[in-house]
Structures are given as C-alpha cells and as structure tokens.
C-alpha cells in the first residue's frame, strides 16, 4: 500500500508560480513511477506530467511543457511539479498517483495508476 498526501495549491495570479508536493508512504514508494493529473469542473481528469521511478525519464503533456516541471526526492518520499507561468486554464485540482509498474508510454493513461491523493486545488486568476 502506498499513501499519498498532496499540499501546496492555492490561488495565484496568470503568470505566477507554484510548487505542488506529493507526500508518500509505504512500502517500496522508491520504485513508483509518479504523475501528476489534474480535473477542472465539468472536465474529465487529464495527464499533466509523470517520471520514472529513477527519475530516468518524464513525460509531460503539450499544454504545460516548458512551464512545469516534475522531479521527486526519493531520499524524502516526494514528489514535486513546480508550475510557472500559470496561466487561468491550469486552474484545477490536482491529483498525485503512483504506480509500481508502468511504462513511458502507457504513464500518461489515469487507468494504470493504482494509488491516488485527495488533490488540492490550484486556482489561477486572470
């Protein structure tokens, strides 16, 4: 079992930057792949960005390359996306997932993910 907490939204202006951290616990967390997916109102939850268990690789959709960027401390248990240059389309909840095998490719599909936060929101004002 794998427990994961997330912190770290809020509301900032367009333009502005957060870091969202993604807390875990339990066994084996070192060998997660961990994403992070985002769900505004009336949309379904889609794929912002993942990376490998060691950090080898990461993936991120088209809209926020450039902007965030994904990076975990194993040593900490955590996982961070540090979002830049919000802009009022990022506006969402966020949601931190992990899962014990996954590849680059099939990281960005919610399904393969067996281990889920609660979310926080992140709300960006224009």
């Known amino acids: 079992q794998v427990q994961l907490v997330e912190s770290g939204g809020g509301l900032v202006q367009a333009g502005g930057s957060l870091r969202l951290s993604c807390a875990a616990s339990?066994?084996?967390?070192?060998?997660?792949?961990m994403a992070w997916f985002r769900q505004a109102p009336g949309k379904e939850r889609e794929f912002v960005a993942a990376?490998?268990?060691?950090?080898?690789?990461?993936y991120y959709t088209e809209s926020v390359k450039g902007r965030f960027t994904i990076s975990r401390d194993s040593a900490k248990n955590t996982v961070y996306l540090q979002m830049n240059s919000l802009k009022p389309e990022d506006t969402a909840v966020y949601y931190c997932a992990a899962s014990a095998s996954i590849s680059y490719s099939d990281s960005p599909k919610p399904h393969n993910y067996g281990y889920w936060g609660q979310g926080t929101q992140v709300t960006v004002s224009s």
């Open positions: 339990g066994r084996t967390y070192s060998r997660y792949t």
């Open positions: 990376i490998s268990w060691s950090g080898g690789w990461t």
